[in-house]
């Protein structure tokens, strides 16, 4: 094989089903987990002019590339918990903004009660985290100084001390990452996967809890300006591979990371559905995948829905479809409906899934 390699797996399976194939030597398991993969979708070459064919597992499994074989172990490798969160199965994320501008719930928990008290309602609805965020990141906004970010943050997470869920901070800034981590969060969630802030590499390492990395074309003010990609799928995966060569070089674990391809963040309608309809590439990355789609513009787009608490199945809808290629974690801000169609569908597929 000449040029990098990308493999993405095609073929999903679940139940009974998936574990006779894995036993015949037809399937591979997908991140240690009951599910597994049929085949793959090889890439070779850079972004843009990448050859593409179809493999069996078989076949590729079979593989003696060294490049293939370290994808291949990858992508098979057991997860590790994140902040105490087994991921045998999707997990959902709670959103809790106490922020007066973000793009759907902005100043709807900007009280520290009632951002608190919405936290543990998402969790009594199935949530085995919650991500609060003190920074709107929404295509336009202005960035939030240090001071102001951490008044909203720190009432909060003193409320929530006890939660029984792991908690996450959505911050680009090192000061509010040492202040979380201190005041009971477990996660951090960057946005800009730890490159904003210069201190942000050492300050997660140093701290040594999870973080996700998620991708970012731009800052939040001009992200949507133009955003233009040769292959959407192939440069967000090798942006955040970047990332985590960046994160282990600094003394990051690797079982400590987690990666977001970013929906939204610099990206059109039609980059986000290309990322959502090959998101299986991102588990050859070795990490948990998070998506965050909820009630999001390109759902709007899509259905009609100007006013983003009408886009909740829509939403649903969509991370259905991540949860079929077994992404571990969804970011929502309606954790309960989430929650019910996972189960749903999950019962549907024919196998025993863990209780929650």
Same mark, same amino acid.
């Given at each position: 094989?000449?040029?990098?390699?990308?493999?993405?797996?095609?073929?999903?399976?679940?139940?009974?089903?998936?574990?006779?194939?894995?036993?015949?030597?037809?399937?591979?398991?997908?991140?240690?987990?009951?599910? &597994? &993969?049929?085949?793959?979708?090889?890439?070779? /070459?850079?972004?843009?002019? $990448? !050859?593409?064919?179809?493999?069996?597992?078989?076949?590729?499994?079979?593989?003696?590339?060294?490049?293939?074989?370290?994808? +291949?172990?990858?992508?098979?490798?057991? #997860?590790?918990?994140?902040?105490? %969160?087994?991921?045998?199965?999707?997990? =959902?994320?709670?959103?809790?903004?106490?922020?007066?501008?973000?793009?759907?719930?902005?100043?709807?928990?900007?009280?520290?009660?009632?951002?608190?008290?919405?936290?543990?309602?998402?969790?009594?609805?199935?949530?085995?985290?919650?991500?609060?965020?003190?920074?709107?990141?929404?295509?336009?906004?202005?960035?939030?100084?240090?001071?102001?970010?951490? #008044? #909203?943050?720190?009432?909060? +997470?003193?409320?929530?001390?006890?939660?029984? $869920?792991? =908690?996450?901070?959505?911050?680009?800034?090192?000061?509010?990452?040492?202040?979380?981590?201190?005041?009971?969060?477990?996660?951090?969630?960057?946005?800009?996967?730890?490159?904003?802030?210069?201190?942000?590499?050492?300050?997660?390492?140093?701290?040594? &809890?999870?973080?996700?990395?998620?991708?970012?074309? /731009?800052?939040?003010?001009?992200?949507?300006?133009?955003?233009?990609?040769?292959?959407?799928?192939?440069?967000?995966?090798?942006?955040?591979?970047?990332?985590?060569?960046?994160?282990?070089?600094?003394? @990051?674990?690797?079982?400590?990371?987690?990666?977001?391809?970013? =929906?939204?963040?610099? !990206?059109?309608?039609?980059?986000?559905?290309?990322?959502?309809?090959?998101? /299986?590439?991102?588990?050859? +990355?070795? %990490?948990?995948?998070?998506?965050?789609?909820?009630? !999001?513009?390109? @759902?709007? $787009? =899509?259905?009609?829905?100007?006013?983003?608490?009408?886009?909740?199945?829509?939403?649903?809808?969509?991370?259905?479809?991540?949860?079929?290629?077994?992404?571990?974690?969804?970011?929502?801000?309606?954790?309960?409906?989430?929650?019910?169609?996972?189960?749903?569908?999950?019962?549907?597929?024919?196998?025993?899934?863990?209780?929650?």
């Amino acid at each position: 094989m000449s040029g990098k390699p990308y493999l993405r797996p095609t073929g999903f399976m679940w139940g009974d089903a998936a574990a006779e194939a894995r036993a015949q030597g037809a399937a591979l398991p997908v991140a240690g987990g009951p599910v &597994c &993969c049929l085949g793959f979708e090889v890439m070779e /070459g850079a972004p843009g002019s $990448a !050859k593409r064919r179809f493999a069996s597992a078989r076949d590729l499994g079979a593989s003696a590339e060294a490049n293939i074989r370290r994808l +291949l172990g990858n992508l098979t490798a057991p #997860r590790p918990d994140i902040a105490g %969160v087994a991921l045998d199965r999707t997990r =959902i994320m709670g959103i809790v903004n106490v922020t007066p501008d973000s793009f759907s719930d902005g100043g709807d928990f900007a009280d520290a009660g009632a951002a608190a008290a919405h936290a543990r309602r998402l969790v009594a609805e199935g949530a085995a985290f919650i991500d609060i965020g003190a920074e709107s990141t929404r295509p336009g906004a202005e960035a939030v100084g240090e001071d102001e970010e951490l #008044r #909203r943050i720190r009432p909060v +997470l003193e409320r929530l001390r006890g939660l029984p $869920a792991a =908690i996450s901070v959505d911050t680009r800034k090192a000061s509010v990452m040492r202040a979380a981590i201190q005041g009971g969060a477990g996660l951090i969630n960057d946005v800009s996967a730890l490159s904003h802030d210069g201190d942000a590499l050492a300050t997660a390492a140093a701290l040594g &809890c999870p973080v996700v990395l998620m991708h970012a074309k /731009g800052d939040p003010r001009t992200m949507q300006d133009d955003p233009t990609y040769a292959d959407v799928l192939l440069e967000v995966y090798d942006a955040l591979e970047a990332r985590i060569e960046a994160a282990e070089s600094a003394g @990051i674990a690797r079982r400590l990371m987690v990666a977001d391809p970013g =929906i939204g963040f610099g !990206k059109t309608i039609e980059h986000n559905l290309a990322l959502l309809a090959g998101i /299986g590439l991102f588990h050859t +990355l070795g %990490v948990p995948i998070l998506l965050g789609v909820s009630r !999001k513009r390109f @759902i709007g $787009a =899509i259905t009609g829905q100007t006013d983003p608490k009408n886009r909740v199945s829509g939403s649903i809808g969509a991370a259905l479809a991540a949860a079929s290629q077994a992404v571990q974690i969804l970011r929502v801000h309606d954790v309960g409906e989430t929650r019910q169609a996972l189960d749903a569908w999950q019962a549907s597929l024919g196998g025993r899934w863990p209780p929650r």
